[in-house]
């Protein structure tokens, strides 16, 4: 199976800010990686997949970049409902894999 | 607007079966452009796949090794839903599920609500 590691685990930060998580995989997976929102109580939401391409209705200030083991999200001006955790996830190779979590909070 | 509601009880006993069930509307569990994923999710786990049922001429299911033994995901085309059983659960089994629709292949466009199943006696 392939691995990721997401950094940082946790992230302070404030409205305005400019933010970026990484997310840096165990071989390489071309541009097989999706990013996804997760909010407390609810369930995962898709941003971003083929790992630089935002799904409809997400909003532009978020970006995804990144291809072969190292990928990005950033959020170029976060505002009060981006506080989430964001979770990196790849589908170049069976089974699926997620990574381990983003916490983005207030600082 | 495709929608996914989940149903099943929210505590089993050690060496039980889990049940759930992922009703669908707005799309068919025969699509043949759409897949029908079970993921979990706790604290010691992470998000973790589960498996998957999806048509293509025939009915096609792919689990994750780590419960491979034990997993049986089903579709159910009469009411148009599919459901997880997992068998002999034990208090590792515990988390949150989900039922999530892939359209293209790879990543989930659409989650359920989730379920919160605990397993204990």
């Known amino acids: 199976a392939i691995w990721m590691t997401q950094s940082p685990s946790l992230l302070s930060a404030s409205t305005g800010d400019r933010v970026t998580i990484s997310c840096r995989m165990s071989q390489g997976i071309s541009s097989y990686l999706a990013w996804y929102q997760q909010k407390p109580g609810k369930a995962p939401e898709l941003l971003i997949y083929a790992a630089s391409t935002l799904q409809s209705g997400v909003p532009s200030r978020f970006s995804g970049s990144g291809s072969g083991t190292d990928f990005t999200l950033t959020i170029s001006c976060l505002q009060s409902e981006d506080f989430a955790t964001y979770y990196c996830?790849?589908?170049?190779?069976?089974?699926?894999?997620f990574g381990q979590g983003t916490k983005v909070e207030i600082k | 607007q495709v929608q996914l509601q989940q149903s099943g009880p929210g505590l089993v006993k050690p060496s039980q079966t889990l049940s759930l069930t992922c009703a669908i509307s707005g799309d068919s569990v025969s699509s043949n452009s759409a897949a029908w994923n079970w993921i979990r999710q706790s604290p010691s786990r992470g998000l973790e796949w589960l498996g998957r049922?999806?048509?293509?001429?025939?009915?096609?299911?792919d689990y994750a090794v780590s419960v491979k033994s034990r997993i049986t995901i089903n579709p159910d085309t009469s009411k148009n839903q599919f459901s997880l059983q997992l068998n002999s659960v034990t208090p590792e089994d515990t988390a949150v599920y989900y039922c999530a629709l892939e359209i293209v292949v790879g990543y989930f466009d659409l989650w359920g609500r989730g379920t919160l199943v605990t397993v204990s006696s």
């Open positions: 996830q790849q589908y170049y190779s069976f089974p699926w894999t």
């Open positions: 049922t999806y048509y293509r001429s025939k009915w096609y299911n």
